[in-house]
C-alpha cells in the first residue's frame, strides 16, 4: 500500500477568519510562516507592500508545531455554505471521562470556543453518548465529545 500524506480543507470565504478560529480552537497549530511584526493579517502586510488583491493567495495553511496532525487548508471560495456540511471534525476533549463529569468537560470547551466565535447548534444525547455539535464562524459544523 502507498503511504500518503493527508490534509484537510476547508472551503470558506474569508480565510483569514476560519484559520484563526481553528488556530486558537486546536492549540499547537500555527501559520507556517507568522503574519510579519506590526500586522495583524496578511492582507493588511499586503496592502502595505502594495500587492494587487488579484495577485494575493487566496487561501491559509495550519500546520501542528507539536505532534504530527495533518496540515488543514482554508481555501477562499466565492460562495458561502448552503448546505450541511458531508465531512465534520470530531474533538474528542473528554477520553476517559464518564457521566457528569464528562458532560462538564464537554460544556466547558464548547465554552471556550464560543468565546472564540463559535455557535452551538445543538446538543446530541444518543448511542455514542452526549456531545455538542457546533458551528465555526462561517458555519461549518463539527462536534465536541
Known amino acids: 500500500m502507498t503511504a500518503f500524506d493527508l490534509h484537510i480543507v476547508f472551503d470558506c470565504t474569508d480565510p483569514d477568519l476560519v484559520a484563526g478560529f481553528w488556530r486558537q480552537a486546536l492549540g499547537d497549530y500555527d501559520?507556517?510562516?507568522?503574519?510579519?511584526?506590526?500586522?495583524?493579517?496578511?492582507?493588511?502586510?499586503?496592502?502595505?507592500?502594495?500587492?494587487?488583491?488579484?495577485?494575493?493567495?487566496?487561501?491559509?495553511?495550519?500546520?501542528?508545531?507539536?505532534?504530527?496532525?495533518?496540515?488543514?487548508?482554508?481555501?477562499?471560495?466565492?460562495?458561502?455554505?448552503?448546505?450541511?456540511?458531508?465531512?465534520?471534525?470530531?474533538?474528542?476533549?473528554?477520553?476517559?471521562?464518564?457521566?457528569?463529569?464528562?458532560?462538564?468537560?464537554?460544556?466547558?470547551e464548547a465554552a471556550r470556543l464560543v468565546a472564540l466565535g463559535a455557535t452551538i447548534a445543538r446538543p446530541a444525547d444518543d448511542a455514542d453518548g452526549f456531545h455538542l455539535v457546533l458551528q465555526d464562524p462561517e458555519g461549518n459544523e463539527f462536534c465536541v465529545a
Open 31 to 108: 501559520f507556517p510562516m507568522p503574519i510579519p511584526d506590526g500586522f495583524t493579517t496578511w492582507d493588511e502586510w499586503a496592502d502595505a507592500q502594495g500587492i494587487p488583491v488579484e495577485q494575493r493567495p487566496t487561501g491559509r495553511t495550519l500546520v501542528d508545531q507539536v505532534r504530527d496532525r495533518p496540515d488543514i487548508f482554508f481555501l477562499q471560495v466565492p460562495e458561502p455554505k448552503s448546505v450541511k456540511n458531508r465531512l465534520h471534525l470530531d474533538l474528542k476533549v473528554a477520553p476517559g471521562l464518564e457521566g457528569a463529569e464528562r458532560r462538564d468537560r464537554i460544556e466547558e
